[in-house]
């Protein structure tokens, strides 16, 4: 077996002839220009590939332009795999690209491809997925960009089995604060990468899927905390190593040049970066419909009266210097700043990005990953981010009966994830809880000393 490292987190997995490529983005921009990669792409020899698996429909994956750019001899020949979704939107938007085979995966379950290799496919949240791909007594299990709790990965590799070589993202990919990490979220993945050796004990890890840069003037302030490859190595896990684009590792050799791996990183990581300008202006009445149309659409899947319980919240535009007055129940109103709607808008960023984020169903998630605003009241939940995520990507769709089935199976087939995280939320309450309550003891304690 030969696993060839691409760009970000596209690699290929070859057996006996027979190859799969994961996920490949290979040149221009992803999530409405915030995303670049870090370093070049490998070149991708399309004669050579015969499966193509696609994680799940954020750009940086399910990459429209290298997707596009390949000839219509290539996406006849090629089988597009995908899992098996409660939705089927991106089998119907594949297809619509030229892909005639495209092939979906049933969660849980081996499914037998060519050359003797096996897949395994599984769920985590409302889109992502994950692979393991076994041949020729070797195990490769690709997590991507699942976010998975402890339980979860547990039973993940009772279905797995031993894992020979891990893929797992190792940084950050989505807004992590206003100008500084207030989420922690650096730290917690690099707890997540330990977690992941630690239980799945996989002869080699191999951290991929965040090599980018944040490349917009609306969102660079995120390279400061970008977790590097270096800070991973670190750490001195056993068996992790790095690959750089066009790096090989190969089963009969079992061997990784990740010094020189890092060596490269390191210099893209330093080198000088293209930061966008902030992006062009949008009228304002132009951005007053994008939002009012995805109102309208909201109340119509789901009702008037759920949508009205969500409360407004203002967006304060700093290039147009114009405020959004976002009504889920009603309308949006556009209104001049003062520095009164300034301070009280909850989020601040350009005309094109929240133009953008009510444009497309998938526009608000995007503007999540990329980073592009800043949210003043990020610690309170937004409950329009959760219907929007519903309404992108169908995960909870009962429209018609066929569909309904469909969604239902997609449901039990993601039963264990979903007590699993249940749990962990519910324990999490209760540690949240506890320390509330030793807070609250302290405080009284030094109350009474006083």
């Known amino acids: 077996m030969k696993i060839r490292f691409v760009s970000h987190a596209s690699f290929s997995v070859e057996s006996r002839g027979i190859t799969l490529l994961c996920d490949p983005w290979l040149f221009g921009k992803a999530f409405n220009q915030g995303w670049a990669l870090l370093s070049p792409a490998a070149t991708v020899h399309w004669e050579e590939i015969d499966y193509l ?45 030229g892909y005639s085979h495209v092939r979906e995966l049933t969660l849980n379950k081996w499914t037998s491809l060519r050359g003797g290799i096996e897949v395994m496919c599984g769920s985590a949240g409302s889109m992502d997925s994950w692979i393991a791909v076994r041949a020729e007594g070797l195990n490769v299990l690709n997590l991507n960009d ?22 797992t993202q190792f940084s950050f990919a989505n807004w992590i604060g206003n100008r500084a990490d207030e989420l922690g979220e650096a730290e917690t993945k690099l707890r997540e990468v330990q977690q992941r050796v630690t239980l799945l004990k996989p002869e080699a890890t191999i951290p991929f899927a965040s090599f980018v840069y944040f490349c917009s003037q609306e969102n660079s302030w995120m390279n400061e905390f970008a977790i590097t490859p270096r800070r991973v190595a670190d750490l001195g896990l056993p068996g992790v190593n790095f690959m750089y684009p ?44 994008a939002v009012d149309r995805t109102l309208r659409a909201l109340r119509a899947r789901f009702g008037k009266f759920t949508i009205s319980q969500i409360k407004s919240f203002s967006i304060y535009l700093h290039d147009l210097d114009k ?29 094109q990005v929240a133009w ?14 990329s980073g592009m605003y800043f949210d003043y009241r990020f610690k309170e939940p937004n409950p329009l981010a959760f219907y929007l995520n519903i309404l992108s990507t169908e995960f909870l769709n009962f429209g018609n009966v066929r569909q309904a089935k469909r969604t239902l199976e997609f449901i039990w087939a993601k039963r264990r994830e979903l007590c ?26 030094a109350d009474r000393t006083a």
């Not at 698996?53 to 996406?75: A, G, R």
């Not at 953008?356 to 998630?365: H, K, Q, V």
């Not at 540690?431 to 302290?442: F, H, I, L, T």
């Open 53 to 97: 698996w696609i994680s799940h429909q954020h750009p940086d994956h399910l990459h429209f332009p290298t997707l596009k750019s390949l000839s219509p001899q290539e996406k006849n020949r090629l089988t597009v795999l995908y899992q098996k979704h409660a939705s089927l939107r991106i089998p119907k938007v594949l297809r619509g690209l």
């Open 146 to 167: 699942c976010m998975i709790e402890p339980a979860h990965l547990a039973y993940i590799s009772r279905l797995v089995g031993k894992v020979t070589v891990l893929l």
């Open 246 to 289: 066009g790096d090989e590792w190969d089963s009969d050799v079992r061997t990784f040049s990740s010094t020189e791996a890092i060596e490269k990183y390191m210099n893209d990581v330093t080198r000088p970066k293209v930061i966008d300008p902030t992006p062009s202006m949008i009228p304002i009445h132009i951005v007053q419909q």
């Open 323 to 351: 405020v959004l007055k976002v009504n889920p129940a009603g309308t949006c109103e556009v209104q001049d700043a003062t520095e009164e709607r300034r301070h009280a808008a909850r989020y601040v960023m350009c005309s």
């Open 356 to 369: 953008y984020g009510f444009a497309y169903s998938w526009g608000w998630g995007a503007m999540e990953v």
């Open 420 to 445: 699993y995280r249940m749990w962990a939320q519910s324990f999490r309450r209760k540690e949240s809880d506890v320390a509330v309550a030793r807070g609250r003891g302290a405080s009284i304690a």
